[in-house]
């Protein structure tokens, strides 16, 4: 790998070498540092392991992210776009089905990126700005998705009081994901996946 003086980066492949714009190698870092977040706290990311990781120096790093807190909002900022992305539901089917194929990738996801899953979750309920922003932005794109007409196709009436339920269920949702990753207890997954698709129809009824 080579790094020239305005921080354009030539890595070495089996047939030869790809120059990367800034652009592209930003990418390419966001990426690494989203992978790196699967397994580590937010805390546990640092410029210094994905420098190493990347093969890259320091300074190149801070060329692209400016500073530490930078560059973690940007990997979180990532992280829940690829979250919303990844539980999105089909645009066909049944609405309780769709539900279901949503909740799986939501389930999955969660379960594949719990580290840096729950130390956004517990940023931003400790208190960090930048992490309480991120995570209601996100919040916001899951649950409003379920009144657009192109989403889960619940039927669910647009009102006060089934958005409330659906922000409560959601939190709910989370937690009950949260606390079976951390320990199972004898629950199955797919008993975990009923509780989750059940339980927001048997509440929008329950306003009706």
């Known amino acids: ?6 921080g354009s ?8 070498r790809t120059r990367l ?7 390419q870092l966001l990426g690494l540092g989203v992978m790196l977040l699967s397994t580590r706290s937010l805390e546990e990311l640092s410029i210094d392991l994905l420098s190493e990781e990347a093969g ?5 790093l ?10 973690h909002e940007a990997v979180v900022r ?42 956004l979750v517990r940023g931003a309920a400790g208190g960090n700005e930048t992490l309480r922003r991120i995570y209601d932005e996100a919040r916001s794109a899951l649950t409003d998705r379920i009144f657009t007409e192109d989403a889960q ?7 006060a009081e089934t958005r409330l339920v659906v922000r409560g269920w959601a939190a709910y949702a989370e937690e ?22 059940a339980s927001l129809p048997a509440l929008v009824a329950a306003t009706s």
């Open 1 to 6: 790998m080579i790094v020239n003086r305005v």
């Open 9 to 16: 980066v030539t890595t070495r492949t089996a047939t030869g």
């Open 21 to 27: 714009s800034p652009e592209q190698r930003r990418e």
């Open 56 to 60: 890259i120096s320091r300074g190149l």
């Open 62 to 71: 801070y060329h692209y992210f400016g500073n530490k807190h930078a560059f």
């Open 78 to 119: 990532r992280a829940a776009d690829d979250l919303i992305a990844q539980t999105a539901p089909p645009p066909g089917g049944e609405p309780l089905e769709r539900l279901l194929v949503s909740m799986t990738a939501y389930v999955d996801y969660v379960d594949t990126n719990y580290q840096g899953y729950l130390s």
């Open 153 to 159: 196709g619940m039927l669910i009436s647009d009102t």
């Open 176 to 197: 009950l994901v949260l606390s079976w990753r951390a320990d199972p207890d004898g629950v199955t997954r797919e008993a975990l996946l009923a509780m989750l698709t």
